[in-house]
């Protein structure tokens, strides 16, 4: 059962670089999820899907973009890295919109 | 403001004690509470939930309970195992239920 897989688990970029963060749940999931977590501060959802071909912002969706073209698939976009976007990422998907998510591994992202 | 939070960062416990961590919430229009507990370099892990309409619920080995009154959470874990040693973070959900609020996790060490 792979649930939720990530790639890259780990990234450094460069200030200004690009990348984009793969995630692939495989529960037939409506509802997926990018999140960053920070040292002291709790999980903030940066952008979220409602179903294929849906997205919308959360708590923290500056400077990234995201598309969910398949129902498995949701990535995370990042146009312009910035030093304060240094975060683990996590990606998650659920049955309920916000309820009981499967996460995946995370990604350590550093931007330098 | 809304906030969720932990009474304590750090809860150390003997194996085969219970273990009680704890979460304060602020918004009383709160109708949605998850725990989750994050072992180290993984991604969060759902345990357990109740709603708002509820003041106890139980799973294999974990409790939550909801005092309202107070705005008040907890997660009882018996019998605590190594295994146990984990972050544990509650969330509330708000906004008509479109918004999933983290708290900053409280640390179980498990000491044999």
């Not at chain 1, 179903?51 to 995370?76: C, H, I, M, W």
Request: charged share 15%.
């Amino acid at each position: 059962n792979a649930g939720v897989t990530q790639t890259p688990k780990f990234r450094v970029l460069k200030t200004g670089q690009s990348m984009t963060l793969l995630c692939a749940q495989d529960m037939n999931h409506e509802y997926m999820y990018w999140y960053r977590q920070d040292p002291g501060m709790g999980l903030r959802l940066i952008h979220y899907s409602v179903g294929e071909g849906t997205t919308a912002k959360g708590e923290v969706p500056d400077g990234y973009n995201v598309s969910r073209l398949k129902k498995q698939n949701f990535l995370l976009g990042l146009e312009s890295a910035a030093p304060s976007q240094t975060s683990v990422y996590f990606c998650a998907s659920s049955y309920q919109l916000l309820l009981e998510a499967f996460f995946g591994q995370g990604t350590r992202l550093t931007v330098v | 403001g809304e906030s969720v939070g932990l009474h304590l960062p750090t809860l150390s416990v003997q194996e085969g004690d219970n273990s009680i961590i704890n979460c304060a919430y602020s918004n009383s229009a709160s109708d949605y509470f998850i725990w989750y507990k994050q072992e180290s370099g993984k991604g969060p892990q759902f345990i357990i939930d109740i709603r708002s309409n509820m003041d106890k619920r139980q799973g294999q080995r974990v409790t939550v309970l909801l005092n309202k009154t107070v705005k008040h959470l907890s997660l009882q874990i018996a019998a605590t195992q190594p295994g146990d040693s984990a972050v544990y973070f509650c969330a509330e959900r708000t906004g008509g239920g479109n918004k999933l609020t983290f708290g900053t996790g409280t640390q179980l060490k498990v000491e044999l």
